[in-house]
């Protein structure tokens, strides 16, 4: 049974996975080369696959269809919305999603983000590689309040790390949040509108989904502080970028962080990119030695307990 490993990272933290599932009797095809399969590479390596291990190429119904043989499709990561799960369940193709493995690392981007942010770092890092001293001023972190909306393994994370930042944190789930959960992590629990109108940060941990596609529009922003700082490394779409704009250059919000776009990457021209205010890393917000490395083993793990029972 033929393995396709799609992802660039499995060549160099993988090796370890790619040897344990081939002396299990799998083979196992993965991406060397550097750089991202095109669509038609991807098609040609995947029409005879029995398993797909899959980063952010797009697995829709057609690319599906072409793949007889497929029984397995593992997300390497935790979004799956380059999967068209409708079509997999239809013709029972299981789809495993690496939950936990790269939780830490977007956790510790966020506070990256944030202390980037707060301390002016970028700007006065280039100011100073330009022959420059101006010593901008920056804001403390301790006293103020976090929002984390979508309190999952990445939302606990950060909600430990923003406790020891001496922060207010403030979180917001779809599903029911135990009274257990609010106590371990000295959060509390409250509405969106809560968190709008009362943190300084507001950190999104939400999947792409119609109910969350542009959750964060003109209302929301106008309900937001004017020193707010909106931050997303959860997916490309969750924040109506138009609206965006208009809140970063009106002055409706402080600044934005986002290590996720609606296109990556962004037009050469994208409007965006040229505010001093918007800040935007080029999704590796889980790009970690430590996470690639255990998602390594977890992708692994899911493809070979469902095509061997191991």
Same mark, same amino acid.
Request: overall charge negative; charged content about 25%; glycine content about 8%.
């Given at each position: ?35 991202? !399969? @095109?669509?038609?590479? #991807? ?5 005879? $696959?029995?398993?797909?291990? /899959?980063? *952010?190429?797009? +697995? &829709? ?108 944190? !403030? @979180?917001?789930?779809? #599903? ?5 959960? $609010?106590?371990?992590?000295? /959060?509390? *629990?409250?509405? +969106? &509108? ?117």
């Amino acid at each position: 049974m033929k393995v396709l490993i799609t992802p660039r990272g499995f060549a160099k933290y993988g090796q370890k996975e790619i040897e344990r599932m081939r002396n299990a009797g799998l083979e196992v095809h993965y991406n060397d080369t550097g750089l991202a !399969y @095109t669509h038609e590479e #991807f098609k040609k390596l995947g029409k005879d $696959a029995d398993a797909i291990i /899959v980063g *952010v190429d797009c +697995l &829709d119904a057609k690319m599906m269809s072409d793949c007889p043989n497929l029984k397995v499709v593992c997300k390497f990561g935790v979004g799956t919305d380059n999967i068209d799960l409708d079509y997999a369940k239809a013709h029972n193709i299981y789809v495993g999603r690496c939950v936990g493995g790269n939780s830490r690392s977007v956790a510790e981007h966020v506070v990256a983000l944030m202390f980037a942010e707060a301390k002016n770092l970028y700007y006065a890092i280039n100011e100073v590689k330009d022959h420059k001293w101006t010593k901008p001023t920056g804001l403390e972190i301790y006293g103020k309040r976090l929002g984390i909306i979508g309190f999952g393994m990445i939302g606990k994370y950060l909600a430990d790390y923003a406790n020891g930042m001496g922060m207010d944190i !403030y @979180t917001y789930d779809a #599903f029911p949040i135990s009274k257990e959960e $609010a106590q371990k992590h000295h /959060v509390k *629990v409250a509405s +969106l &509108d809560e968190i709008y109108a009362e943190c300084d940060y507001i950190s999104l941990h939400v999947p792409l989904l119609d109910s969350t596609k542009n959750m964060i529009s003109t209302k929301e922003f106008k309900s937001m502080k004017n020193s707010a700082c909106i931050i997303n490394a959860a997916r490309g779409g969750v924040v109506d970028e138009e609206a965006l704009y208009e809140a970063l250059t009106t002055g409706e919000i402080r600044s934005a962080c986002f290590d996720v776009y609606s296109s990556e990457p962004p037009k050469e021209n994208d409007k965006l990119l040229a505010l001093e205010n918007f800040y935007l890393t080029p999704h590796t917000a889980a790009r970690t030695q430590e996470a690639e490395t255990r998602t390594c083993e977890i992708s692994a793990n899911i493809v070979m307990e469902q095509l061997l029972g191991k």
